[in-house]
């Protein structure tokens, strides 16, 4: 596991941790490797300690869960990486890479708009990074 700040829009400013999804287990507990990405997007945020931070979290339900795999998350990083629940953005409706981004890109807008600079941290596996850079377009901001 891994995470790479994936777009910098400035050096500055607001701190913007994405964290893609995985899908639950049949019964809705988290697995392993959405665990490991709750993990590292907690320490992450406590990492950019004394910088504005928010962490969004852009996963619908993956499967016959109830949970959404964006709620899992957040359980993990409120309750074992102590991330205030007011520095979290759920996103529910992402059921793929390519539609975090997508519905991601508003949150983003917004922030940006509200903040004016911001760095994007994308976090999730290694073994997903390259499909979720290419597969991610940032729109034009005009």
Known sequence: NEYKSYLSMSEEGLNVIVVLGYKLNN??????ILVERARTAAALYHSLEGNTRR???PTGHGGTSYVTEAEAI???????G??????????????????????CWPILRDLLKEHGRCTLHLV???????RSRERQQVPSTS
């Open 82 to 103: 102590n991330v205030p629940e007011e520095d979290i953005i759920l996103e529910e409706q992402a059921r793929s890479t390519v539609t975090n981004g997508t519905l």
């Open 124 to 130: 999730t596996s290694s073994f997903h990074m390259a």
């Open 27 to 32: 019964n809705g507990t988290p697995c392993n």
């Open 55 to 57: 962490v969004i979290l």
């Open 74 to 80: 957040s359980r993990i990083i409120r309750t074992e």
